[in-house]
């Protein structure tokens, strides 16, 4: 059987990795910029990491949601600690389209409504309702299209405001900073007239935060910016470093009724033992300070240089938009520098590193953009 060919790849195999480096089959070494696109939250490998699921591995990996699972019990909480919601309650699963896909099913529970509003270049994942919200038509098959979600313009209050009055609407979904659209940046005042409309028309704020969150910016949440509470944040990404968890975190007002929602392999004790890992230490090495940190730094460095469109987001999340002529950069970042980055359309290079980036890895991918950019318009490096 061969594979089933839906990504253009790199022509790279990683072996081994630590910390933000990666090593190829060749013994290459590689900065990491691109977390694994924003799932390596605490770095590759971490030691405590590693050890806690090892251990758990060794009492038990699975056992289904039929019975107490304690370690739930202890991730929710110190999920409502480290984030500051200790009175949401956690539903968890895999990914984070199954989290999005959760919070939409149950808005619609609640209020027993249809319609959702989602925004332009919106992304919130690839199963059916996650997709039908996402503003890509390329992946939304014909089984996906619906007439429930309204997409607006992103940042518009005057469009918000008109689809509130003209429709009955079950819910909101939004990421804090759009990520595969290109690092934009939710306005807080945008954030909050989505929760003043909510709030009027009981409607569910449902705040995306699968790129966005889990301490990216500086903040647990890049919602947390506009000093509004979401009705339901959904998570996946670095929350389990690598370990494929979601979930979400649901406000007091939903309450809950048996089989609603389930999962089979949602908050099993393996997925748990890594998100429990990756908070502490979040909690212990105080990543979200380092965050903002590193973050501003990166930006205002950044700005600093030649040939950049805008230097855009926060924290670890940062767009970089280039001029079409310096397309080559990203590849050049990979094969000259071997520097991992992300990107998004038209010419967008994403950074969304580990939490625990340091100033001296943050500085050679300053030095190595910064020669290309000098370089200026040049054609790309074929490895
Ligand atoms: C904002 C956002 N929401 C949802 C998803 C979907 O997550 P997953 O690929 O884990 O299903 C992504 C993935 O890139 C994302 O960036």
Same mark, same amino acid.
């Given at each position: 059987?061969? *594979?089933?060919d839906?990504?253009?790849l790199?022509?790279?195999s990683?072996?081994?990795a630590a910390g933000?480096?990666?090593w190829d ?5 590689y900065?990491?910029l691109y977390?694994g696109?924003a ?5 590759h490998?971490?030691p405590h990491y590693?050890?806690r699921?090892e251990?758990q591995l ?6 289904? =949601?039929?019975?107490?699972i304690p370690?739930q019990?202890? #991730?929710?909480?110190? *999920?409502?600690k480290v984030?500051g919601k200790e009175?949401?309650q956690?539903?968890?699963c895999?990914s ?6 959760? !919070? ?5 529970f609640?209020n027993?409504r249809k319609?959702?509003? !989602?925004?332009?270049k919106?992304?919130?994942? +690839? @199963?059916?309702?996650?997709v039908a ?18 997409f #607006?313009?992103?940042?518009d209050e ?16 939004i990421?804090?900073?759009?990520g595969?659209?290109?690092? +934009?940046v ?5 954030l909050q ?5 909510c709030?009027? =028309? =009981? ?9 966005c969150?889990?301490?990216r910016?500086g903040?647990f949440?890049s919602h947390?910016?506009a ?6 944040? @959904? ?5 389990g470093?690598g370990?494929?968890i ?7 007002k ?23 890992a990756?908070?502490e230490?979040?909690?212990?090495e105080?990543l ?9 730094y ?8 030649p ?6 987001g926060r ?11 310096? =397309?080559?950069v ?7 520098? +071997?520097?991992? @980055?992300g990107e ?5 290079? +994403?950074l969304l590193? !580990?939490?625990?980036?340091?100033k ?6 300053l ?7 000098l ?9």
């Amino acid at each position: 059987m061969k *594979l089933f060919d839906v990504y253009p790849l790199n022509n790279i195999s990683i072996e081994r990795a630590a910390g933000s480096y990666v090593w190829d089959d060749k013994g290459e070494k590689y900065v990491d910029l691109y977390g694994g696109h924003a799932v390596i939250s605490i770095g590759h490998t971490h030691p405590h990491y590693v050890k806690r699921i090892e251990d758990q591995l060794h009492r038990v990996g699975f056992y289904s =949601n039929s019975i107490k699972i304690p370690l739930q019990v202890e #991730l929710a909480e110190k *999920l409502g600690k480290v984030s500051g919601k200790e009175d949401y309650q956690l539903f968890l699963c895999n990914s984070g389209a199954e989290a999005n896909e959760n !919070a939409l099913k149950l808005a619609s529970f609640y209020n027993g409504r249809k319609k959702i509003i !989602a925004f332009q270049k919106a992304f919130h994942g +690839r @199963t059916s309702l996650a997709v039908a919200a996402t503003d890509n038509p390329n992946i939304v098959a014909p089984v996906n299209e619906t007439e429930n979600v309204i997409f #607006l313009p992103f940042n518009d209050e005057a469009a918000l405001e008109e689809a509130f009055a003209k429709n009955e609407i079950s819910s909101v979904i939004i990421e804090g900073i759009q990520g595969v659209g290109g690092i +934009r940046v939710a306005t807080e005042s945008f954030l909050q007239k989505i929760r003043a409309l909510c709030d009027a =028309n =009981n409607a569910i704020y449902i705040a995306d935060s699968v790129q966005c969150g889990y301490g990216r910016t500086g903040k647990f949440y890049s919602h947390d910016f506009a000093g509004v509470d979401a009705d339901i944040y @959904t998570m996946a990404k670095g929350m389990g470093n690598g370990f494929p968890i979601g979930g979400i975190s649901i406000a007091p007002k939903i309450q809950p009724k048996h089989f609603m929602l389930g999962t089979t392999f949602g908050g099993n004790h393996l997925a748990c033992a890594a998100a429990l890992a990756v908070l502490e230490v979040i909690e212990q090495e105080d990543l979200l300070t380092n965050a903002k940190k590193i973050g501003d730094y990166l930006m205002e460095e950044l700005r600093k240089l030649p040939h950049i469109l805008e230097v855009r987001g926060r924290g670890l999340m940062i767009g970089i938009e280039l001029p079409e002529e310096m =397309n080559m950069v990203k590849k050049n970042l990979l094969f000259k520098h +071997r520097i991992f @980055t992300g990107e998004a359309k038209p010419n967008v290079i +994403r950074l969304l590193p !580990a939490l625990n980036i340091t100033k001296t890895e943050a500085d050679i991918f300053l030095q190595a953009i910064k020669t290309e950019l000098l370089n200026g318009p040049t054609s790309a490096s074929d490895q």
